[in-house]
Structure formats: structure tokens, C-alpha cells
């Protein structure tokens, strides 16, 4: 019987033509798993934001459609004091009367672990490097039968712990399920702050797109998340939808959802950064999500010795970052004048200061603060009081520990 034998060997162009492809294949590949990875990461911080927003639900049901807020009434942001306290009393410093005392952010969330059940791997995008999920008995001193239900907190240095941007929710603009449906709760990690994975880049660097194209700008993606290599974040609204926006300037009216609100009555696609501890949503309708500084502090600039402001000829000296600046000058911003600011109005004022005449530099001032963790402790001193009280002698005797090589201030009449 005859057989057909088909079978040849192969051409040395065949050999060439399988091994180039072969070559494209395996060039192709890293950057298709590189992109499977990320949209994975992107998919699981959305089912993440999902379940926190589900979470939130049950907990507003539970106290009056308010969203997590921890401590009491006059608690601000800041840190939370004793993380695993025996009583929210002693976790956030307040009083006997449920009154005062500071609270985390993170904290904020903390609260649906403890009263919603949900669980610490929800709060860690797996596109936020180097945060790992929360367990109580990996802390030091602590027993391992310590439960998640018994702390106030995701450990010592919560940022390592917990992704998420929240609402602030310190001030009278707090969020509740019957708050516009479409405000912003929750986002990928604030960009500007140190956190497991490093230190962010300057927010100076980043400028909204005046005019809105279908991909953002190089200088607009600076104001998204690390999360997602600044391809934009996952975010959580009132309404529980999670939407993964390529903006920041997402929330009510465009309004950027990491920044302070630089307008009293709307949002802003820029709007301001955000101060640890002191900066509050500028109106109901601005969304600002921040996170709590993480374990990473930016290296501190030494203080210039001597300055001769007289030989700046074209530049003028601000009081504020946000002051407008004046037309053909440079701009140097007067630090030590916000610091004198904010000690007067905390330590002697109280409140918010109101110069007649100055409303608007006033508001500017009394909306800002300036951060003195980025100097030296031993470079600066700020102090405030009533002469009545003896402030002039404490200041001069103050002055006189910290700067021993300075003359002692000589205060005359026109101070007292």
C-alpha cells in the first residue's frame, strides 16, 4: 500500500520567521502582566472601597445616618491617644463628659471594624506599597489574646496599616447617608503625605487641566493617588457607587477631593493643601478626604543664619501661601507671622480672630497654619499672653534658655 509522507524538514527562513515571533511574544508579555497586575490591584481596592462603603451603612443605621466619627463633641484631628485604651475616654484624651480630646483619621474607620464587623484586609489597597493588613498581636507589648473589637486603632503607626482617604470629619460639615449622594466619603491614599512607600512629591508640582480633555495632564495626574501610579483613584460616594476616577477634581461642581476648598461657598479644582490637625472642609459642598501623616517625616531644611531682606528689590514679603501675588514680584511668605498668629489666636483669643477692615487677610490667616514640625524645635520660639499675666518676663526668660548666645528682647512701652 503506498503512503504519502509529508513530513520535511524546516528552511532556515522558517527557523528565523518562528524564533522573531517567538521573541515578540516574550517581549509582549511583561508589559501585559504588568497592566493584568495593575487592573487587578484596581479591582480589588474598588471591591475594598464597596465593602467599607456597606459597612458604612450599617453603622450610620445604627447611630442616627451619621458616618464613622470617632470621639465626642469638640474632638479634632490629631492623634489618637492611646490606641488599645481599656475606654474611648483615655483612646482620644477626652473628658469625663464625652467633650475634647484628638482623634485619627484612620480611627474614623477603625470604628466599622469594631461595630460593622468588617475586616482589617478591606482597608489595604494591594496597589499601596509596603501597607500591610492590621493585627493586633503583631504590636509590641501587647498579649496575643488581645481581640480587634478591644482597640481604638490601627496600631501605633496607623498609616501602615490603613489605604484609604476619609472625609474629615472634625467640623460642622461631617457626613451622614443623608448628605448629597454624589459628595465624596473615601478615596485611594492623599498624595501628599509620607507613607510605607515613601515620600510624596512637592504639592506645588501639581496643576489641575483648565480645560478638561479625555486624559489628564501630566501636571493634573500629580494629583492623584500613589496607589495607582497616579492613573487616577478609586473612589467611594454617599450613595455607596465606587467609580475609579482619572481626576482628583471629582467631587461636588469638579471640586478637588484632596484639597481644602480656596472658595467659601463651592468647591475648587486646586483649592488648598491641607494642614495636620488644623485644616477644615471650607463649606457642605467641598469634599476633602485626607489621611493621617504616616511613619515617614521629610527631612528638615536648616534654617539661613542672616537675611538681608533690603537687597530683594523686586520681591515682596506675604503673610499667607495663598495671598495673591503681587504683579512682576517675587513672593516670600512671613512664617513667623503665621506662627505668631496661631499662638495668639489659640492661646489668648480662642477662636478665630476678626480684624475690621482685614476680613480677608484675617480669614486667610485664621484658616491656615503653619506647620512647625518641618523646622527645628531649637530654631524658633513662639510664645503668647497678657502682660497682666506676666508674658513679657516669660518670653525674655524663655528666650534667654533657648538662645544663650542672643541678647535678651528689651520690650518698651509700645508693647504693653
Known sequence: MATLNSARGFTKIEIMVVLLVGMLVLAMIPPVCRRAKSDAARETCRANLA???RAMILYANDYEGKLPRSGGWGTTWGKTLQWDAPNRYRAFGMANTGEGGSASISSCFYLLIKHAEIHPRYFVCPG???????RPADSRNLSKEIELIDVWDFGPESGMHCSYAYHLPFSQYDLSLSSDPHMPVAADRYPWVSG???????FALFKPDLVKARKPSQTARRGNSLSHKRDGQNVLFVDGRVLFENRSSCGLGDDNIYTVSSFPDRGAALGIQPVYGFSRPMNKRDSLLVHDPGPFRTATVHQAREVDS????RTAVVATLDCPLPERKNAIWCSTFQMAWDKFKSDVIGEPIEVVGAEDLTNRLNRTAFPTTDIEPQSYYANAGLVKNGIIEQIQKDMAQRFPSEPVPAFGDRHR
Open 128 to 134: 499601596d506599597a509596603g501597607t500591610t493588613e492590621f
Open 196 to 202: 510605607p512607600s515613601g515620600k510624596p512629591e512637592p
Open 310 to 313: 533690603r537687597s530683594l528689590k
Open 51 to 53: 465593602a467599607i462603603g
